[in-house]
């Protein structure tokens, strides 16, 4: 039973281009949405995130919209780079007895072309 | 240079033989947490951690341990690794519990 549902699983988007990743969640404990950037060979890295309490976050070319009562949020990449392909996750936060349990979203592979 | 450190980046073993990767982070953070990333199925969390001595199970816990009796230090442990263990672990930490994860680079597992 995966919590957090992501879309698509890859993503073919041009140069300046937009690209958009969905995810769902059900657990409405969920408190804290980041996303994630992979790179081949690295871990994952923190690219932003966002809380229940804001609809919008924009950091850069990189926006995360946030629809509470629709249990969804979303990733756009404005003006799509080479640099920026890579694997996006979402994940969604809920506190646990030791911190923050975590779930992520199956991922998705974007591929800019130039 | 701030950084969460595994050890080792590849391993390979046989079924039943115990084995320890170990991770380290040098930021004195609180909360720290371990991975194991599959294809399709993004990351799951095998086990997570607050501060010294303070653990609890994530998603996937079942097959291994681990320990946190120092505040930089997280091994996980499989006592008796099977094939169904192979998979890519990332050890995280965090230096609040509202604040994102640092992930160290990795260990690839293949247990035959």
């Known amino acids: 039973q995966q919590q957090v549902k992501q879309s698509p699983q890859s993503l073919i988007v041009q140069k300046g281009g937009i690209s958009i990743i969905n995810c769902a969640y059900e657990n409405t404990a969920f408190d804290y949405f980041p996303w994630y950037q992979q790179f081949p060979g690295k871990g994952p890295a923190l690219l932003i995130a966002?809380?229940?309490?804001?609809s919008e976050k924009k950091e850069g070319r990189f926006t995360i919209s946030f629809n509470k009562s629709a249990k969804q949020f979303s990733l756009h990449i404005m003006d799509s780079q080479p640099g920026d392909s890579a694997t996006y996750f979402c994940?969604?936060?809920?506190?646990?007895?030791?911190?923050?349990?975590?779930?992520f979203g199956g991922g998705t592979r974007v591929l800019v072309k130039p | 240079e701030a950084q969460v450190t595994q050890n080792p980046r590849y391993l390979i073993t046989v079924t039943g033989k115990k084995l320890t990767v170990t991770c380290s982070q040098n930021?004195?953070?609180?909360?720290m947490s371990w991975y194991r990333q599959d294809p399709g199925l993004g990351l799951r969390q095998i086990y997570y951690s607050m501060n010294v001595e303070v653990t609890d199970k994530g998603d996937v816990p079942e097959g291994y341990k681990v320990s946190r009796k120092e505040k930089r230090n997280f091994p996980l442990i499989l006592e008796s690794p099977s094939p169904n263990q192979t998979s890519l672990y990332f050890c995280?930490?965090?230096?609040?519990?509202?604040?994102?994860?640092?992930f160290g680079s990795g260990t690839r597992l293949t247990v035959v």
């Open positions: 966002i809380r229940p309490d804001v």
């Open positions: 930021m004195n953070h609180e909360y």
């Open positions: 995280a930490s965090s230096l609040t519990s509202d604040y994102g994860y640092t």
């Open positions: 994940a969604a936060s809920s506190r646990g007895a030791a911190g923050n349990k975590l779930t």
